[in-house]
């Protein structure tokens, strides 16, 4: 195995040193077969050589059956390594594999019996071999396999010996005393190991053929529509584009997958968290679709050499979700000290693979709140969120601006510490409370959200802003319901009237609103516990919505006193637990929050 790994690196060199090989073997060649009389051209093909042997009828059957023979006849110059020991029940496997693989719809070229056992057994050009060699050559289906060589006829690929070399006029067959053994890459190991079918049946439920526009010959343009004479289509997965791409030999990727048993179990425990109204269409497909992925999610991990983030794998790894912008939650997408005592890959099985590894998963180790379960962070200023309320005339009432909060550090010349972006909210009408709507997306159904609203001080009047928020989903039909009753949040008593105003708040008037400072920023408990009875994951349009709006009265002496309407708005947090009790716990803890909630905004 480690041969194998270690010869996918040296590939590229050795073969771009063909030549000088070819030429070292020349004499040795020459004087085995006697090429310079009569030369390979008078030989029969490699096809003609497999028939007329009846040690390699097995093989030729093979060869048949998958439609392969008119590769072996052609002129290209191939070099094929055909099993002796083939038994004939391993032919009728090998035959019963290109079947079922032709039935699904598979071309030839993505066939399993053609990938991973005729082009196993066969490599471009005229391989000659000496007691000197020892190379490692690339196969038809570009795994990497080890060559060496103990005469002009005799010697091994992969351990797996041969002994005897006919001269063909395409190429040259070499005799193996057995099947040439396959090693799997990611994916193909997934496929043939039983305990995790469940996984590979679903990434295979994601293969499609799509048009190579490089490849296919255009033929001009019809209704808008490039129209192409001739088409190219390539074998795609969507979800491995999304994941990584552990089916490449030239990827180096790390999987963490889960046995049968633990799907099995991460299935029941998810589906709950994807229940969709019954207008959504098609929602059972949905669901499951989603809790699928949702199991998947954070199992796939880029370990080439070149991928900075995993350079260390010992002090943490990222999964292939990660990104630099959301390095400010620690949970999300990072895994610390993995082979430590509480690690992901701690006491699991691996085996290595053509292009990586596979840890296999039977305890259930990653984490939903790293991935799918993980906080959601949506940022206020991001107009797809917000809708503006309009009049009769269809016009928006509100001015919705973008606006920048910098902190500086005045220990060192004012550089800049953090710089916040917030969506500034004002009414066309000075007199009018100030209000928006956000519609969050992706929310989940069964867990218990706490909700918070990070809001940015108002430097210009440096007073507060009293508001409101209605929290409200879509119900069994569908819709949002007209009716909208304001979230009460605990009461403010007169002992603890805002500080900054040197006024005391009417209890009777003002204790259903909150209060956005004007000092700081600010992260302010909204709901804790909320449970959303339908799930918006997946959607287009979110099912949950918050009403923002400015709160208190309409005399403008008190309000240039007291509070201003301007509100100024930097995200909306939704943090999901799975019990209520771990989310009432947490609701007042936001020392997680006040500092760092917007490090992705951070000045660099």
Not at 96 to 121: C, M, P, Y
Not at 237 to 257: F, H, K, M, P, W
Not at 267 to 285: I, L, N
Not at 444 to 452: A, E
Request: glycine share 6%.
């Amino acid at each position: 195995m480690n041969t194998k790994r270690f010869s996918k690196i040296i590939a590229a060199a050795v073969l771009a040193g063909a030549p000088m090989l070819w030429s070292a073997c020349t004499d040795t060649w020459n004087e085995h077969y006697d090429v310079t009389e009569g030369g390979m051209a008078d030989q029969p093909t490699i096809l003609q050589s497999i028939k007329s042997d009846a040690n390699l009828s097995n093989f030729y059957k093979v060869i048949e059956a998958i439609s392969a023979g008119q590769t072996l006849d052609s002129p290209e110059q191939l070099t094929v390594w055909a099993p002796k020991g083939l038994t004939s029940a391993q032919a009728d496997s090998v035959i019963a594999i290109f079947q079922e693989d032709q039935n699904s719809g598979l071309k030839w070229e993505d066939n399993r019996a053609v990938t991973q056992f005729f082009q196993n057994h066969t490599a471009l050009y005229a391989r000659t071999i000496s007691s000197l060699t020892n190379d490692t050559i690339a196969m038809l289906n570009k795994k990497y396999m080890h060559l060496v060589g103990t005469s002009a006829s005799s010697g091994s690929l992969d351990d797996n010996p041969f002994d005897e070399a006919v001269i063909c006029s395409n190429g040259i067959l070499y005799k193996t005393r057995g099947v040439q053994s396959f090693f799997p890459n990611v994916r193909e190991y997934l496929e043939k190991t039983a305990n995790l079918d469940s996984m590979a049946l679903l990434v295979k439920s994601y293969d499609e053929y799509e048009l190579d526009e490089r490849s296919s010959v255009a033929g001009g343009i019809e209704d808008g529509k490039t129209v192409y004479l001739d088409s190219v289509t390539v074998l795609s997965n969507t979800l491995l584009n999304n994941y990584g791409y552990i089916q490449r030999e030239d990827s180096v990727y790390t999987l963490l997958a889960p046995t049968n048993d633990v799907w099995t179990k991460l299935y029941d425990q998810y589906k709950e968290y994807f229940v969709y109204d019954p207008t959504v269409a098609h929602g059972d497909s949905l669901s499951d679709a989603n809790t699928k992925t949702a199991i998947i999610q954070g199992r796939f991990f880029n370990t080439s050499t070149e991928n900075k983030h995993n350079r260390h794998p010992e002090d943490s790894l990222v999964n292939t979700r990660y990104f630099e912008r959301q390095a400010h939650n620690p949970r999300s997408n990072v895994y610390y000290k993995p082979f430590g005592a509480d690690g992901i890959l701690n006491g699991l099985e691996s085996t290595v693979c053509s292009n990586g590894q596979v840890y296999i998963d039977n305890r259930g180790v990653i984490d939903p709140h790293t991935t799918f379960l993980g906080r959601h962070d949506y940022e206020a200023y991001q107009a797809r969120y917000y809708e503006i309320p309009t009049d009769g005339s269809n016009e928006d009432k509100m001015n919705v601006s973008l606006g920048q909060y910098i902190i500086y550090d005045t220990d060192t010349t004012y550089n800049i510490l953090k710089s916040y972006y917030y969506a500034q909210v004002t009414s066309k009408v000075a007199s009018a409370q100030t209000e928006l709507t956000y519609t969050l997306p992706n929310t989940l159904s069964g867990v218990y959200y706490n909700i918070y609203i990070v809001t940015i001080p108002d430097t210009y009047y440096n007073l507060p802003c009293w508001f409101q928020v209605k929290h409200t989903e879509k119900n069994d039909k569908g819709n949002y319901p007209t009716a909208q009753n304001y979230i009460n949040p605990n009461p403010v008593v007169e002992d603890e009237a805002l500080p900054w105003t040197g006024v005391l708040v009417k209890q009777s008037n003002y204790n259903r609103c909150y209060a956005a400072s004007p000092e700081k920023v600010d992260t302010i408990l909204i709901q804790s516990g909320v449970q959303f009875k339908y799930a918006g994951y997946g959607l287009g349009d979110g099912v949950v919505q918050l009403t923002l709006s400015s709160f208190g009265p309409s005399s403008a002496t008190y309000r240039e006193k007291v509070y201003t309407r301007t509100l100024r708005l930097g995200e909306i947090i939704l943090v999901p637990f799975e019990t209520k009790e771990e989310a009432e716990a947490a609701a007042n803890d936001l020392d997680a929050f006040n500092d760092d909630i917007l490090e992705a905004n951070k000045e660099n």
